[in-house]
């Protein structure tokens, strides 16, 4: 199967969003801001992702050249991920869409991950 490739954009916001965008790509890379995470590490952190949609996904970060993938020949076998350069310098126009975002959700009256899942009790541990 052939991937078709979309037209190149001439707008950097476009080219921005289309190697960004999208309902994981963003969480994805924001999981890896603190270091290498294995797959099942970034399987628990993205919560609602299916197995499929993950690779997918971190393939085409991989394509994009934004995180790398390294396999460890070993029985059983693993697979560690990591930013690359231009993956780390996302990070802080990231953090930027993050406050925007926590800022217009208190505005709004959303209850973020972090209060709801403190009011409930949820500890989680995404570095194991």
Not at 1 to 16: G, L, N, W
Not at 54 to 63: D, F, G, I, M, Y
Not at 73 to 89: D, F, H, M, S
Request: hydrophobic letters at 35%; charged letters at 30%; glycine letters at 8%.
């Amino acid at each position: 199967m052939t991937k078709i490739k979309a037209p190149q954009s001439k707008c950097p916001v476009d080219y921005a969003f289309q190697r960004i965008g999208g309902k994981y790509k963003g969480r994805i890379l924001w999981s890896l801001k603190d270091g290498v995470k294995r797959y099942g590490q970034l399987r628990r952190f993205i919560s609602g992702i299916t197995p499929k949609m993950l690779t997918q996904v971190l393939r085409e970060l991989e394509e994009d050249e934004l995180i790398t993938r390294k396999v460890y020949l070993e029985i059983p076998p693993r697979v560690e991920y990591a930013l690359t350069e231009n993956g780390y310098k996302l990070i802080p126009s990231i953090e930027m869409i993050s406050l925007w975002g926590q800022a217009q959700m208190q505005q709004h009256g959303i209850q973020g991950m972090e209060l709801a899942e403190e009011e409930q009790g949820i500890i989680t541990d995404i570095d194991e």
